[in-house]
Protein backbone atom coordinates (compact mmCIF):
# COMPACT_ATOMS: atom_id res chain seq x y z
CA UNK A 1 0.00 0.00 0.00
CA UNK A 2 2.68 2.67 0.70
CA UNK A 3 4.89 1.87 -2.43
CA UNK A 4 1.45 2.57 -4.32
CA UNK A 5 1.19 5.98 -2.42
CA UNK A 6 4.48 6.75 -3.12
CA UNK A 7 4.52 5.64 -6.90
CA UNK A 8 1.24 7.65 -7.32
CA UNK A 9 2.94 10.69 -6.12
CA UNK A 10 5.81 10.12 -7.94
CA UNK A 11 3.65 10.14 -11.31
CA UNK A 12 1.86 12.99 -9.89
CA UNK A 13 4.93 15.11 -9.60
CA UNK A 14 5.69 14.10 -12.58
CA UNK A 15 2.66 15.43 -14.80
CA UNK A 16 2.97 18.53 -12.75
CA UNK A 17 6.55 18.94 -13.63
CA UNK A 18 5.34 19.01 -17.50
CA UNK A 19 2.90 21.23 -17.08
CA UNK A 20 5.69 23.85 -15.57
CA UNK A 21 7.59 26.11 -17.91
CA UNK A 22 10.14 28.54 -17.31
CA UNK A 23 9.06 30.84 -19.21
CA UNK A 24 7.28 31.79 -23.03
CA UNK A 25 10.23 30.35 -24.71
CA UNK A 26 10.59 27.10 -22.91
CA UNK A 27 6.34 27.05 -23.29
CA UNK A 28 6.63 27.40 -27.25
CA UNK A 29 9.64 24.62 -27.33
CA UNK A 30 8.34 22.04 -25.08
CA UNK A 31 4.78 22.92 -24.73
CA UNK A 32 3.82 22.45 -28.47
CA UNK A 33 1.46 19.32 -28.02
CA UNK A 34 -0.96 22.03 -26.08
CA UNK A 35 -1.34 24.20 -29.06
CA UNK A 36 -2.00 21.24 -31.82
CA UNK A 37 -5.46 21.29 -31.97
CA UNK A 38 -7.42 23.87 -29.77
CA UNK A 39 -9.18 25.51 -28.47
CA UNK A 40 -6.85 26.91 -26.41
CA UNK A 41 -7.59 29.68 -23.58
CA UNK A 42 -4.26 32.22 -22.64
CA UNK A 43 -5.09 33.32 -19.29
CA UNK A 44 -3.18 36.39 -18.26
CA UNK A 45 -2.45 36.64 -14.53
CA UNK A 46 -1.93 40.22 -13.62
CA UNK A 47 -2.32 39.50 -9.46
CA UNK A 48 -3.37 36.27 -7.36
CA UNK A 49 -6.87 37.47 -7.28
CA UNK A 50 -9.50 34.88 -8.77
CA UNK A 51 -6.66 33.05 -10.69
CA UNK A 52 -8.39 29.34 -9.08
CA UNK A 53 -11.91 30.47 -11.00
CA UNK A 54 -10.55 32.11 -14.00
CA UNK A 55 -9.48 29.00 -14.55
CA UNK A 56 -12.42 26.36 -13.60
CA UNK A 57 -14.43 28.40 -15.87
CA UNK A 58 -11.92 27.71 -18.85
CA UNK A 59 -12.56 23.99 -17.73
CA UNK A 60 -16.49 24.05 -17.41
CA UNK A 61 -16.60 26.14 -20.83
CA UNK A 62 -14.72 23.22 -22.53
CA UNK A 63 -11.40 24.16 -23.67
CA UNK A 64 -8.99 21.76 -24.75
CA UNK A 65 -6.14 23.16 -23.16
CA UNK A 66 -5.66 25.99 -20.89
CA UNK A 67 -2.56 28.09 -20.71
CA UNK A 68 -1.58 30.31 -16.90
CA UNK A 69 0.80 32.98 -17.95
CA UNK A 70 1.59 33.52 -13.96
CA UNK A 71 4.08 35.21 -11.31
CA UNK A 72 6.91 33.11 -10.82
CA UNK A 73 7.06 31.04 -8.00
CA UNK A 74 3.30 30.87 -8.24
CA UNK A 75 1.07 27.57 -7.39
CA UNK A 76 -1.96 26.02 -8.27
CA UNK A 77 -4.15 23.57 -6.86
CA UNK A 78 -3.21 19.52 -7.36
CA UNK A 79 -6.01 18.72 -9.86
CA UNK A 80 -5.15 22.20 -11.89
CA UNK A 81 -1.69 21.86 -11.74
CA UNK A 82 -2.08 18.16 -13.79
CA UNK A 83 -4.44 19.94 -16.36
CA UNK A 84 -3.15 23.66 -16.97
CA UNK A 85 -0.15 24.39 -18.65
CA UNK A 86 1.70 27.12 -16.17
CA UNK A 87 4.18 29.69 -17.58
CA UNK A 88 6.10 31.73 -15.56
CA UNK A 89 5.93 35.28 -16.76
CA UNK A 90 6.40 39.25 -16.05
CA UNK A 91 2.77 41.05 -16.98
CA UNK A 92 4.97 43.93 -15.35
CA UNK A 93 6.80 44.38 -18.61
CA UNK A 94 5.77 46.72 -21.50
CA UNK A 95 3.54 44.89 -23.88
CA UNK A 96 3.66 41.96 -21.97
CA UNK A 97 0.08 40.54 -23.37
CA UNK A 98 0.59 41.35 -27.28
CA UNK A 99 3.87 39.75 -26.94
CA UNK A 100 2.57 36.55 -25.43
CA UNK A 101 -0.60 36.02 -27.62
CA UNK A 102 1.26 36.93 -31.02
CA UNK A 103 4.12 34.76 -30.08
CA UNK A 104 1.53 31.74 -29.81
CA UNK A 105 -0.49 32.59 -32.88
CA UNK A 106 2.91 32.56 -35.00
CA UNK A 107 3.32 28.74 -32.91
CA UNK A 108 -0.28 27.20 -33.59
CA UNK A 109 -1.14 28.45 -36.77
CA UNK A 110 -5.10 27.47 -37.97
CA UNK A 111 -5.98 26.86 -34.13
CA UNK A 112 -8.57 28.50 -32.11
CA UNK A 113 -7.65 30.82 -29.29
CA UNK A 114 -9.06 32.41 -26.39
CA UNK A 115 -7.41 35.21 -24.48
CA UNK A 116 -8.29 36.64 -20.90
CA UNK A 117 -7.29 38.08 -17.82
CA UNK A 118 -7.62 36.73 -14.51
CA UNK A 119 -10.58 37.17 -13.07
CA UNK A 120 -12.23 37.11 -16.57
CA UNK A 121 -15.23 34.68 -17.31
CA UNK A 122 -15.92 34.01 -21.06
CA UNK A 123 -20.07 33.27 -21.81
CA UNK A 124 -21.21 32.93 -24.90
CA UNK A 125 -25.04 32.02 -25.73
CA UNK A 126 -26.53 28.40 -24.51
CA UNK A 127 -22.78 27.74 -23.00
CA UNK A 128 -24.63 25.68 -19.85
CA UNK A 129 -25.64 23.34 -22.50
CA UNK A 130 -23.15 23.60 -25.22
CA UNK A 131 -19.23 23.85 -25.31
CA UNK A 132 -16.49 26.03 -26.78
CA UNK A 133 -15.88 24.00 -29.63
CA UNK A 134 -19.58 23.39 -30.65
CA UNK A 135 -19.60 26.90 -30.70
CA UNK A 136 -16.69 27.61 -32.50
CA UNK A 137 -17.52 24.53 -35.30
CA UNK A 138 -20.81 26.71 -36.08
CA UNK A 139 -19.05 30.41 -35.94
CA UNK A 140 -16.66 28.41 -38.39
CA UNK A 141 -19.14 26.76 -40.79
CA UNK A 142 -20.30 30.78 -41.41
CA UNK A 143 -16.76 31.29 -42.30
CA UNK A 144 -16.12 33.85 -39.91
CA UNK A 145 -12.18 33.10 -38.22
CA UNK A 146 -12.95 35.55 -35.44
CA UNK A 147 -15.27 36.11 -32.63
CA UNK A 148 -15.97 40.42 -30.89
CA UNK A 149 -16.86 40.11 -27.30
CA UNK A 150 -18.08 42.57 -24.95
CA UNK A 151 -16.14 43.03 -21.69
CA UNK A 152 -19.08 43.06 -19.22
CA UNK A 153 -17.77 44.78 -15.75
CA UNK A 154 -18.80 42.86 -12.87
CA UNK A 155 -18.07 44.57 -9.04
CA UNK A 156 -18.88 43.69 -5.83
CA UNK A 157 -21.86 45.08 -4.26
CA UNK A 158 -20.64 45.48 -0.88
CA UNK A 159 -17.50 47.36 -0.94
CA UNK A 160 -16.74 47.59 2.77
CA UNK A 161 -17.08 43.70 2.54
CA UNK A 162 -15.01 43.03 -0.40
CA UNK A 163 -12.67 46.38 -0.62
CA UNK A 164 -10.84 44.96 -3.81
CA UNK A 165 -14.37 45.20 -5.81
CA UNK A 166 -14.15 40.97 -6.26
CA UNK A 167 -16.80 38.70 -5.31
CA UNK A 168 -18.52 36.16 -6.50
CA UNK A 169 -21.10 35.79 -4.48
CA UNK A 170 -22.08 39.66 -4.79
CA UNK A 171 -20.95 39.90 -8.56
CA UNK A 172 -23.15 43.01 -9.61
CA UNK A 173 -23.78 44.58 -13.61
CA UNK A 174 -24.95 47.69 -14.94
CA UNK A 175 -28.44 47.22 -17.24
CA UNK A 176 -27.82 50.15 -19.23
CA UNK A 177 -25.75 52.71 -20.18
CA UNK A 178 -24.07 50.68 -23.00
CA UNK A 179 -23.52 52.25 -26.52
CA UNK A 180 -20.97 51.86 -29.80
CA UNK A 181 -19.89 54.09 -32.04
CA UNK A 182 -18.75 53.96 -35.69
CA UNK A 183 -14.86 53.10 -35.93
CA UNK A 184 -12.96 55.59 -38.18
CA UNK A 185 -10.24 55.01 -40.19
CA UNK A 186 -7.09 57.19 -38.68
CA UNK A 187 -6.16 58.34 -42.45
CA UNK A 188 -9.15 58.84 -44.01
CA UNK A 189 -11.48 59.33 -41.10
CA UNK A 190 -14.14 57.33 -42.90
CA UNK A 191 -16.18 54.65 -40.88
CA UNK A 192 -14.77 51.82 -41.32
CA UNK A 193 -17.09 48.61 -42.23
CA UNK A 194 -18.73 46.57 -39.57
CA UNK A 195 -16.75 48.07 -36.84
CA UNK A 196 -17.86 49.62 -33.73
CA UNK A 197 -16.22 50.76 -30.76
CA UNK A 198 -18.24 49.80 -27.98
CA UNK A 199 -18.42 51.52 -24.71
CA UNK A 200 -20.17 51.57 -21.12
CA UNK A 201 -19.64 50.01 -17.63
CA UNK A 202 -17.49 51.56 -15.43
CA UNK A 203 -15.50 52.69 -17.83
CA UNK A 204 -18.18 55.19 -18.85
CA UNK A 205 -19.08 56.14 -15.51
CA UNK A 206 -15.80 56.62 -14.12
CA UNK A 207 -13.70 57.74 -17.32
CA UNK A 208 -12.26 60.75 -15.49
CA UNK A 209 -10.03 57.86 -14.02
CA UNK A 210 -9.66 56.28 -17.22
CA UNK A 211 -7.46 57.31 -20.06
CA UNK A 212 -9.30 57.61 -23.20
CA UNK A 213 -7.62 54.92 -25.25
CA UNK A 214 -8.43 52.62 -22.36
CA UNK A 215 -12.10 53.47 -22.47
CA UNK A 216 -13.30 50.77 -25.28
CA UNK A 217 -15.23 47.67 -23.93
CA UNK A 218 -14.92 45.60 -27.36
CA UNK A 219 -12.47 42.81 -27.65
CA UNK A 220 -11.77 40.00 -30.41
CA UNK A 221 -10.80 37.65 -27.93
CA UNK A 222 -11.69 34.39 -29.61
CA UNK A 223 -10.00 33.94 -33.12
CA UNK A 224 -7.81 31.44 -35.05
CA UNK A 225 -4.91 31.87 -35.01
CA UNK A 226 -3.22 32.48 -39.22
CA UNK A 227 0.50 32.74 -40.25
CA UNK A 228 0.97 37.06 -40.03
CA UNK A 229 -1.67 37.63 -37.80
CA UNK A 230 -1.21 40.40 -34.73
CA UNK A 231 -2.63 41.57 -32.28
CA UNK A 232 -2.24 45.09 -31.43
CA UNK A 233 -2.04 47.13 -28.18
CA UNK A 234 -5.42 48.27 -28.63
CA UNK A 235 -7.26 44.57 -28.36
CA UNK A 236 -7.55 44.69 -32.49
CA UNK A 237 -5.64 42.89 -34.78
CA UNK A 238 -3.56 43.72 -38.50
CA UNK A 239 -6.46 41.89 -40.42
CA UNK A 240 -9.24 44.05 -40.91
CA UNK A 241 -12.21 41.27 -41.28
CA UNK A 242 -10.81 39.97 -37.58
CA UNK A 243 -12.04 43.13 -36.22
CA UNK A 244 -15.23 43.47 -37.72
CA UNK A 245 -18.41 42.42 -35.64
CA UNK A 246 -20.62 40.69 -37.95
CA UNK A 247 -20.14 39.28 -41.73
CA UNK A 248 -21.69 41.05 -44.58
CA UNK A 249 -24.95 39.05 -44.49
CA UNK A 250 -26.04 38.79 -41.70
CA UNK A 251 -25.35 38.92 -38.02
CA UNK A 252 -23.18 36.50 -36.29
CA UNK A 253 -22.31 35.04 -33.00
CA UNK A 254 -20.80 37.28 -30.39
CA UNK A 255 -19.63 36.72 -26.46
CA UNK A 256 -19.19 38.43 -23.35
CA UNK A 257 -16.26 38.50 -20.79
CA UNK A 258 -17.04 38.97 -17.45
CA UNK A 259 -15.00 41.30 -15.63
CA UNK A 260 -13.75 42.31 -12.74
CA UNK A 261 -10.71 44.06 -13.87
CA UNK A 262 -11.69 47.70 -14.21
CA UNK A 263 -13.62 47.31 -10.43
CA UNK A 264 -10.16 45.91 -8.98
CA UNK A 265 -8.45 49.02 -11.13
CA UNK A 266 -10.20 51.75 -9.25
CA UNK A 267 -9.99 50.61 -6.44
CA UNK A 268 -6.26 49.80 -6.59
CA UNK A 269 -5.62 53.15 -8.24
CA UNK A 270 -5.16 56.06 -5.18
CA UNK A 271 -6.52 58.47 -7.53
CA UNK A 272 -10.25 56.90 -8.15
CA UNK A 273 -10.24 54.77 -4.53
CA UNK A 274 -11.39 57.52 -2.25
CA UNK A 275 -13.87 58.78 -4.80
CA UNK A 276 -15.74 55.51 -5.27
CA UNK A 277 -17.77 53.97 -1.74
CA UNK A 278 -20.20 52.13 -3.82
CA UNK A 279 -19.92 50.90 -7.92
CA UNK A 280 -24.29 49.90 -7.27
CA UNK A 281 -26.42 52.85 -8.70
CA UNK A 282 -29.91 52.70 -9.85
CA UNK A 283 -29.20 50.93 -12.92
CA UNK A 284 -26.93 47.88 -11.33
CA UNK A 285 -28.67 44.35 -11.01
CA UNK A 286 -27.06 41.37 -9.38
CA UNK A 287 -24.81 39.05 -12.22
CA UNK A 288 -26.75 35.53 -12.62
CA UNK A 289 -23.50 34.05 -14.35
CA UNK A 290 -26.22 32.47 -16.98
CA UNK A 291 -26.13 33.61 -21.09
CA UNK A 292 -29.52 34.19 -20.76
CA UNK A 293 -29.25 37.49 -18.65
CA UNK A 294 -26.60 38.38 -21.25
CA UNK A 295 -29.23 37.74 -23.99
CA UNK A 296 -31.88 39.33 -22.14
CA UNK A 297 -29.66 42.92 -21.41
CA UNK A 298 -28.31 42.86 -25.48
CA UNK A 299 -24.80 42.05 -24.49
CA UNK A 300 -24.18 39.60 -27.03
CA UNK A 301 -25.77 38.25 -30.19
CA UNK A 302 -27.00 34.52 -30.82
CA UNK A 303 -26.68 35.00 -34.62
CA UNK A 304 -28.33 32.31 -36.53
CA UNK A 305 -27.34 29.79 -33.65
CA UNK A 306 -30.27 28.43 -32.19
Same mark, same amino acid.
Request: proline share 5%; aromatic share 12%.
Given at each position: ???D????? /?N?? =???DTM ?10 KGK??L ?11 D???IES ?16 M ?14 H?V /? ?13 N ?8 V ?6 N????F ?15 H?E ?6 L???? $????? $?????PD???LE $? ?10 LA????IS??A???Q?D ?8 Y???V ?8 R????R??? =???L ?5 F? $?EE ?11 L? /???A???T ?5 R????T??? *????W?? /?TQ????S?Q??D ?6 ? *???
Open positions: MHGITDFA /SLR =GATIYPGLSAFLEPAAKGPVALVFSEDVETLRHQHKTGFAEIVAFREGATLPPDLATTVQ /SYDMGTEGALTNAVAVIAAAPGWLHYCYAEYLFPFCESRTIGEMLGFAERRDAMSTVL $DLYAG $DLVQNAVS $DAWVDMSGYYARKDPHEKERLFYGGLRWREEHPQGRRRIDISLFAKP =GLLRDDHTN $DFNTFACPWHHNT /SVISFRAKALKNPGSFEI *QNFRHN /SFKWNRLLLGLMEPG *QWF
